[in-house]
């Protein structure tokens, strides 16, 4: 961090939720900027997700489809789901988003980065972690809006298809990405 970070931190004078819906809320906050100027600033507000890179005891990846329909196709990627309430902590959440999207169960569940993937326009906040020794334990449990197919695939292939652009999903990428590039960070402690 800079020294001059208090010369350009923002002062909230006032903020309300400006439209809500399941999944996020857009907050609407009056603000004065360093210089003084006094205006007002939108952005998206949700709670922090958890995002899932699924090795079977094979070496397979777990992989989802899943309709998007704010961009109308099926994407291909991850598991991915909002920290919920009854969480312990983020590994639990981890380990009930998989389970609920693809069935699978993981052995143990490793913490991979943590990112704000949108810092711009929204307060999300992206927890990756890496699940070793997934294996089919049950059905899906999907939200209401939630159409998703599971599978497995070759990782080699997945990460082939995200060079190809094929796989276009930011989270999915950028969990391969950072998996291939840094690995497991030595302090991550697995269960």
């Known amino acids: 961090m800079s020294d001059t970070a208090d010369d350009l931190a923002w002062e909230t004078l006032a903020g309300e939720v400006a439209y809500t819906c399941p999944g996020f809320d857009v907050r609407h906050e009056d603000v004065r900027l360093p210089d003084g100027t006094e205006t007002d600033y939108d952005y998206l507000s949700e709670p922090p997700a958890v995002v899932i890179l699924p090795f079977t005891s094979d070496g397979d990846l777990v992989v989802i489809e899943e309709w998007r329909q704010a961009v109308r196709r099926i994407n291909r990627g991850l598991p991915v789901g909002g920290v919920e309430p009854d969480d312990e902590d983020y590994r639990a959440a981890a380990h009930r988003e998989l389970r609920e999207e693809t069935g699978y169960e ?86």
């Open 106 to 191: 993981a052995d143990r569940v490793v913490p991979l980065t943590t990112v704000e993937p949108a810092n711009g326009i929204a307060d999300s906040e992206l927890h990756f972690f890496v699940a070793y020794d997934c294996e089919p334990a049950g059905d899906q449990d999907l939200d209401v809006d939630e159409t998703i197919h599971p599978s497995t695939t070759d990782y080699e292939a997945f990460r082939a298809a995200i060079r190809d652009g094929d796989v276009r999903d930011g989270r999915a990428v950028l969990g391969v990405l950072y998996y291939d590039s840094f690995g497991i960070p030595d302090d991550a402690t697995p269960t």
